[in-house]
């Protein structure tokens, strides 16, 4: 029955200008991070941008539906922030796959769900934001008048009633700028073989990301999104489903130096918001990321002032998304504590605080 169900939405998919500007939407939450991945670490954006195109099209065929295919997030801030080094960041993600396989296939997501607390998930964002944001403001100031030209390009999209569209538009004036530096670069096929990450970021380090990024997974991209597919579509894709699928990716994927993934109700979303309703939009936006895969040296020339702005702009969303808690001070303490020390520590705090308060109360 379930395999029934998937070829008959199979059949529905369509690639009409309302999944292509769903497709759109989604890239909002994708490429501002993994551009920024791209130009502030050793990861190749191409092998990033062919991960992200390849799982987009698996996913949205297995489910039948314009799901997302997001960076996890607290890792790359992580990277970009320069917490974690390259092997770190990819062994943080192969961990989180095995700890999704391992709870998505015993069914025990909802349980560990409960030890986590929703405002200590939006306390891990908060942080976070806020890293997101410190790194930005330290690239801005590196040339303050093309920063205050991607703060005004973005003033000018959000007046103009398309806030969520503001960090893609500041990422094209940047690309824009990169391309009269260096010219329009030549298409070249990215290598595809094993980059397989040293042992040595085997570190506490990637063990305290990989239990925040998780934090916000379970949230974020579990629970939620298996909500708004309810929602949106009718769907009765499950946390545990979800888990099983993000797990099974970065198993897959990060072995060839893509960046961790996950899927994410913000994504889902913004594909529904600009119109998407088949699994269409992730097969147009797979085919996007891959054209994108072959002209990607122009982001060593990419300006980094104009990132600066564009992770503010994500670091803004994500903490928007933060505030939303439904208990403020733990989330704003557990955020605090993420930038003070490390996420890490933040993530163990808050559980504790939120295991004994429930106690407690």
Known sequence: METATRISRWRELSLSHRELAGALGDSVTVLPIVVAVGALTELSLARMLLGFGAFQIVWGLWYGLPISVEPMKALAALAIGGVLGVDELLIAGLLAGVVLVGVGTTGALSGLARYVGEPVTRGIQLAVALILLETGLELGLGDPTLALAGVAAAGIVVIAGYRRASALVVLALGLAVALANTGVPAPSLPSLGLAFPDPSGLTRAAAEATAAQLAMTVGNAAVATSLLLSEYFDADVTPDELA??????????????????????????????????????????????????????????????????????????????????????????????????????????????????????
């Open 244 to 361: 099983t699928s993000m797990g099974a990716m970065n198993l897959a994927a990060v072995p060839f130096g893509a960046l961790p993934m996950c899927h994410g109700s913000g994504g889902v979303a913004g594909k529904y918001a600009f119109g998407a309703r088949t699994a269409g939009a992730n097969v147009l936006l797979g085919g996007i990321y891959g054209v994108a895969a072959l002209g990607t040296a122009v982001v060593t020339a990419f300006p980094m002032a104009v990132l600066g702005v564009v992770l503010g702009l994500v670091a803004l969303e994500l903490g928007r998304s933060a505030f939303g808690s439904d208990h403020l001070p733990t989330t704003i303490a557990v955020g605090a504590i993420g930038l003070a020390t490390n996420v890490g520590l933040a993530f163990v705090v808050g559980v504790g605080w939120w295991v004994a308060r429930d106690r407690l109360l």
